[in-house]
C-alpha cells in the first residue's frame, strides 16, 4: 500500500540568499523562513539579534553551515554581523512563485506592533500576489491572531510544542470551523494528540525530521508535511 504523499518542506532554507540558490534547484514543495519585524519592516532570519548591536547569535543548525564571519561566544553560540540584511520583499522576488512559503513568525511584540507586524505580512503577500501559495506559523500567537483578522486568504498554522500551546490551540478549534492546521514537534506529538487532531480534520505538519525512518513513521501515521533540514531525505519522500 502506498504511503500518503506529505509537502515536503525545507526548513531554514529561506534564510540566506546562498541558502534560497541551493533550494530553489531542489525537488521539495515548501521553503521555511523566520521573519522578525523591526523598523517597520519584515526582516527575515532565524538567529536573534543582539540588539541595539547589528548582530546575530545562534547554533549551529543541522545542514546549515554557519556564515563565514561567525566565531564563539559561549559554548555552541555563535555570532556574527548583520551586513545588507534579507528583508521578505526580497525573499519573495527571489523566489518568484518557484515554491510555496512556510513563514515562521518570530519575536514578541508590545502594544499594537503584534497588528503592525501581521498587517506588514499581508500587505507584503499582496503585493507579490503570494497570499495563496504562503502559510504563516509560529508560537506567537497574538500575530497569527491578527493575521488571521486581516486577511483570510493567508493560510494560519499554530505550533505546538508546549501543553499550554495545546490547550489554547483546541479552544481555538472548538470556536472557529476553519482553524485546521498546525505545525507540531516530533518531541510533542503522541499518538492522543494524532488522533484528536485526525479526528478533527486538522491539516498536519511536523517539524523538525532529519532522519529518514522518522519521516517514514509520521507521514505513516498520517503527517500532511515534513519538516526537515536534510533536502535529500526530503527529496526521497514521495512527491504530493
Given at each position: 500500500?502506498?504511503?500518503?504523499?506529505?509537502?515536503?518542506?525545507?526548513?531554514?532554507?529561506?534564510?540566506?540568499?546562498?541558502?534560497?540558490?541551493?533550494?530553489?534547484?531542489?525537488?521539495?514543495?515548501?521553503?521555511?523562513?523566520?521573519?522578525?519585524?523591526?523598523?517597520?519592516?519584515?526582516?527575515?532570519?532565524?538567529?536573534?539579534?543582539?540588539?541595539?548591536?547589528?548582530?546575530?547569535?545562534?547554533?549551529?543548525?543541522?545542514?546549515?553551515?554557519?556564515?563565514?564571519?561567525?566565531?564563539?561566544?559561549?559554548?555552541?553560540?555563535?555570532?556574527?554581523?548583520?551586513?545588507?540584511?534579507?528583508?521578505?520583499?526580497?525573499?519573495?522576488?527571489?523566489?518568484?512563485?518557484?515554491?510555496?512559503?512556510?513563514?515562521?513568525?518570530?519575536?514578541?511584540?508590545?502594544?499594537?506592533?503584534?497588528?503592525?507586524?501581521?498587517?506588514?505580512?499581508?500587505?507584503?503577500?499582496?503585493?507579490?500576489?503570494?497570499?495563496?501559495?504562503?502559510?504563516?506559523?509560529?508560537?506567537?500567537?497574538?500575530?497569527?491572531?491578527?493575521?488571521?483578522?486581516?486577511?483570510?486568504?493567508?493560510?494560519?498554522?499554530?505550533?505546538?510544542?508546549?501543553?499550554?500551546?495545546?490547550?489554547?490551540?483546541?479552544?481555538?478549534?472548538n470556536k472557529h470551523e476553519r482553524l485546521?492546521?498546525?505545525?507540531?514537534?516530533?518531541?510533542?506529538?503522541?499518538?492522543?494528540?494524532?488522533?484528536?487532531?485526525?479526528?478533527?480534520?486538522?491539516n498536519v505538519y511536523v517539524w523538525t525530521?532529519?532522519?529518514?525512518?522518522?519521516?517514514?513513521?509520521?507521514?505513516?501515521?498520517?503527517?500532511?508535511?515534513?519538516?526537515?533540514?536534510?533536502?535529500?531525505?526530503?527529496?526521497?519522500?514521495?512527491?504530493?
Amino acid at each position: 500500500m502506498a504511503l500518503p504523499q506529505p509537502v515536503r518542506i525545507a526548513h531554514a532554507y529561506g534564510n540566506s540568499r546562498t541558502a534560497l540558490r541551493r533550494v530553489l534547484d531542489a525537488d521539495v514543495d515548501m521553503i521555511e523562513a523566520d521573519i522578525w519585524y523591526r523598523g517597520g519592516e519584515v526582516h527575515v532570519h532565524h538567529a536573534r539579534r543582539l540588539s541595539p548591536l547589528p548582530l546575530l547569535a545562534d547554533e549551529k543548525m543541522p545542514g546549515h553551515p554557519l556564515p563565514r564571519l561567525a566565531f564563539p561566544i559561549w559554548p555552541g553560540y555563535r555570532v556574527w554581523p548583520h551586513i545588507n540584511p534579507l528583508k521578505l520583499d526580497e525573499l519573495l522576488q527571489i523566489v518568484g512563485g518557484r515554491k510555496r512559503l512556510l513563514l515562521d513568525v518570530k519575536g514578541r511584540y508590545k502594544g499594537g506592533r503584534s497588528a503592525d507586524f501581521a498587517e506588514a505580512i499581508a500587505r507584503c503577500l499582496r503585493e507579490h500576489q503570494a497570499s495563496s501559495s504562503t502559510a504563516v506559523c509560529g508560537q506567537t500567537y497574538p500575530i497569527l491572531n491578527a493575521l488571521r483578522r486581516t486577511d483570510d486568504e493567508i493560510e494560519v498554522r499554530y505550533s505546538l510544542e508546549r501543553p499550554h500551546q495545546w490547550e489554547s490551540f483546541l479552544r481555538k478549534m472548538n470556536k472557529h470551523e476553519r482553524l485546521r492546521h498546525v505545525c507540531i514537534s516530533q518531541r510533542f506529538i503522541d499518538d492522543e494528540k494524532a488522533r484528536v487532531l485526525e479526528q478533527n480534520g486538522v491539516n498536519v505538519y511536523v517539524w523538525t525530521i532529519d532522519d529518514p525512518e522518522a519521516a517514514r513513521h509520521y507521514v505513516e501515521r498520517g503527517a500532511d508535511g515534513i519538516i526537515s533540514n536534510d533536502l535529500g531525505l526530503l527529496e526521497n519522500l514521495q512527491r504530493r
